[in-house]
């Protein structure tokens, strides 16, 4: 592949958008294609309109060089779909064909995405009217059809208080034949709110964008920012960055492992966890007031230090919670009736797991080395991290495990680094936004890698910007996981994912 | 089994004793704002313009803070020079009232009871239907830990149930987008009478971070433009504390 056709960098940096070749659909296609067979995945893949045509760029990840690759090009009303030969692409077109009614022709599963009218006054390519707002879920779900088969659905509201979301299972008997997720309930609209941005309310709703990942979102977003202004944070503020980032890992995976063990009805885990979680967002309070971590992270670094009093403090509780955590965790995975449970249920194969892009804790539990912390370090904090833990079942049990494997992993990173905190200032203002440039930042929130991306115009203003939360990606995987399994089976299975709703539909 | 009881030893009892004993916070979480109009600045209007979402006005003179829209950043907090504006660590922030959700300097009142005919029916048991609708999962999380055996929102006699024709009231989430407007509806119908309304979080008391997008709907008074509000809980997300607290006031649990 010649150098011309793409453009690879590492994220951190911000391109003119001049030095980005524009290549005609042809070379897009069979570079992208050649990328992907060299072992790049799609990171992310966006439109961006440009007076009648639509700007398209793809971003792929060459993970082991720790190079993203940036191809560009333009469609106008439709294009042929990729999809069919490189199904990580799948949800990227569909999302494309409602945002801007560009059709992937070809494309086998082509239907709404979050259920909006489209962004710029074209014809909806479902035929929806214009005029009035989408119906959610309203498309043509897959059947099957046959003596004793039946469907079952469930959602937007489900029994507990959880998203909304809505579930068609099609089975037969106890087993389930082929599982479809129509999302989009959520959808707030965060992406075109921020075009024109940075608003002085961009910062809140970039850290709502999925709540339980707000220090995730909004370090990749400062990154993002950062690197379009081109100062960056603090080595102090990047570590106080990782601190934030592992306490809300451990929040989520300690909640997560007990929420795998309610469902199959081990209480003692169960209960253990869901108190030590708690403990652990209170924590994140004692970093900066927040059990989310709101308010925390900013483009030009953190809001709140810890002096040495707290930092001590804090590694007191942390000692107390990891062995607290270790019992109860340990309780349940040496358990041989909950392992019966998770053992060989929603296998997800490497082989899959590749050709869907995985990310996070769902592609490492696959036997997938995909982590942000290892592949595109950023800052000062995180230099020295381990090799990702990585377990090759796919199964509930092996989701289960990474989860476990990254707790005690987080225990050691955030000793190191609350113990080396590097001297400094935790905040210095970015300056103006370099103009007609892109940028891009990843992030390893605690289900995976963040992708931000932002594009400015002359004025130095965000006239795009795309956020890929890894529940975009990993969405596909609990369908496919589903299959040939029992219906009883969905809530271990889905709580093994715990994939964001939000995070998704944006 | 005998390592089960080994680890419920080591783990030890950790329900805990509010409202007979009072729980202790972060030190840096932000609770009720505390305005101190003898240290403000008449002329000085540093803390309304730092504020991105206008939780913040001068009324007659005086600074008051709509805990209604206000997210809890330390924004306004940091800014103000005079240290006439801060967070208090009191989590006690509920109102009955949207326009009881504004702080001035003056005292603020906690939840009042529900009516005596209200009273007697949910007083000891009070099931909720709560339904998500467009926020970003931090309130449900939230709300998620008074199940947890810290809280144990159970011992005050409120469940969150599955259906709502099992329920005594609803209690919403997030900003009402567009796509969850009719699921909203519908679930409140489902509830047989007489019902409550709780808007719980900033996004569904006022649109919150989303407020102003055209994908939400409450871009006037939050939820109470579509439901009668019996119970409004502000933060992003509230502190479990503040939900509770404001629960079981509404109850009549606490004297």
């Known amino acids: 592949m010649s150098q011309s056709k793409l453009i690879r960098f590492r994220h951190g940096t911000a391109i003119p958008l001049s030095e980005l070749p524009l290549l005609d659909f042809t070379t897009f296609r069979e570079s992208l294609l050649e990328e992907v067979g060299n072992h790049a995945r799609v990171a992310s893949f966006f439109g961006h309109p440009n007076e009648n045509v639509l700007d398209l760029y793809a971003i792929l990840s060459h993970d082991w060089q720790g190079e993203l690759a940036l191809l560009h090009t333009q469609v106008k009303d439709s294009y042929p779909s990729l999809t069919p030969d490189c199904p990580q692409m799948h949800l990227f077109e569909r999302e494309l064909a409602e945002q801007y009614g560009v059709r992937p022709e070809g494309h086998p599963w082509l239907k709404p995405v979050r259920f909006h009218n489209a962004w710029v006054g074209c014809a909806d390519i479902w035929g929806r009217d214009p005029l009035q707002h989408p119906v959610p879920g309203d498309m043509e779900f897959y059947r099957v059809e046959g003596e004793e088969v039946h469907e079952v659905g469930v959602g937007p509201v489900h029994a507990g208080v959880i998203e909304p979301g809505h579930f068609r299972f099609q089975c037969h008997g106890e087993e389930i034949m082929h599982l479809e997720i129509s999302l989009g309930f959520q959808h707030r609209g965060i992406e075109q709110m921020l075009s024109g941005g940075p608003h002085p309310t961009t910062p809140y709703q970039l850290e709502a964008a999925a709540g339980d990942t707000t220090i995730g979102h909004s370090c990749a ?25 592992e306490l809300e890992r451990l929040a989520n995976h300690v909640g997560d492992v007990g929420a795998m063990a309610g469902d199959v009805g081990f209480l003692p885990t169960s209960s253990f966890c869901g108190r030590i979680r708690g403990d652990y967002l209170n924590l994140s309070a004692d970093l900066c007031g927040s059990r989310f ?38 309780l349940c995975f040496n358990n041989p009736s909950v392992l019966a449970r998770f053992e060989g249920v929603g296998c997800v194969s490497v082989d899959d797991a590749e050709t869907l892009g995985l990310v996070g804790v769902v592609a ?27 377990e090759v079942e796919g199964d509930v049990c092996a989701r289960g495990n990474v989860r476990r494997r990254e707790i005690y992993a987080s225990h050691e990173l955030l000793r190191e680094t609350l113990n080396n905190l590097p001297e400094g200032t935790i905040y210095t203002e970015p300056a103006a936004l370099a103009p007609n440039s892109l940028a891009i930042s990843l992030c390893e929130g605690w289900r995976g890698e963040l992708v931000h991306c932002a594009i400015t115009n002359d004025a130095g203003k965000i006239s795009r910007y795309k956020i890929v939360d890894p529940s975009f990606h990993n969405w596909s995987a609990l369908a496919l996981a589903l299959r040939g399994e029992q219906i009883s089976d969905f809530p271990v299975c889905n709580k093994s994912f715990n994939l964001s709703y939000c995070g998704f539909d944006l | 089994m005998f390592n089960i009881i080994r680890e419920r030893l080591a783990q030890g009892y950790r329900t805990g004793k509010y409202p007979k004993v009072e729980p202790v916070l972060a030190q840096r979480f932000r609770g009720r704002p505390v305005i101190k109009p003898q240290l403000c600045q008449p002329q000085c209007s540093l803390c309304i313009d730092s504020c991105p979402y206008g939780a913040i006005e001068r009324i007659n003179g005086k600074i008051c803070l709509d805990m209604g829209r206000c997210l809890f950043c330390p924004t306004c907090t940091d800014i ?3 240290g006439a504006l801060t967070f208090s660590n009191d989590f006690r922030l509920a109102s009955n009232t949207r326009s009881g959700l504004i702080v001035d300097d003056t005292e603020y009142p906690m939840v009042q009871e529900l009516n005596t005919k209200m009273k007697k029916l949910f007083g000891r048991s009070l099931k909720l239907r709560q339904v998500s609708a467009g926020g970003c999962n931090a309130c449900e999380a939230d709300l998620n830990v008074l199940g947890t055996l810290t809280y144990d929102l159970g011992r005050f006699g409120i469940q969150f149930v599955a259906s709502p024709r099992h329920a005594d009231g609803i209690l919403i989430t997030g900003p009402i987008s567009e796509n969850m407007k009719s699921a909203v509806l519908d679930t409140y119908a489902a509830i047989p009478e007489p019902k409550l309304v709780i808007a719980s979080g900033a996004c569904a008391i006022g649109g919150g971070p989303f407020r102003g997008s055209p994908e939400v709907n409450n871009q006037l008074g939050g939820v109470g433009d579509l439901l009668p509000v019996d ?11 503040t939900a509770l607290d404001a629960m079981i006031r509404l109850m009549g649990q606490i004297e």
């Open chain 1, 221 to 245: 977003y400062s990154q993002v920012i950062e690197s379009l202004s081109g100062r960056d944070a603090s080595p102090r503020a990047q570590a106080l960055r990782a601190v934030g980032l």
């Open chain 1, 293 to 330: 971590g709101r308010g925390f992270v900013r483009p030009g670094g953190v809001l709140f230090d810890l002096n040495l009093e707290q930092v001590a403090n804090m590694l007191n509780k942390l000692e107390i919670l990891e062995k607290d955590s270790r019992g109860a965790i340990e």
């Open chain 1, 364 to 390: 490492k539990a696959s036997g997938l080395v995909r982590d942000t912390r290892l592949h595109h370090p950023i800052g000062a904090g995180i230099k020295d991290y381990a090799p990702p833990v990585i």
């Open chain 2, 80 to 82: 103000c020079p005079h």
């Open chain 2, 231 to 241: 119970l409004y809980i502000p933060g992003c997300p509230p502190h479990p504390y």
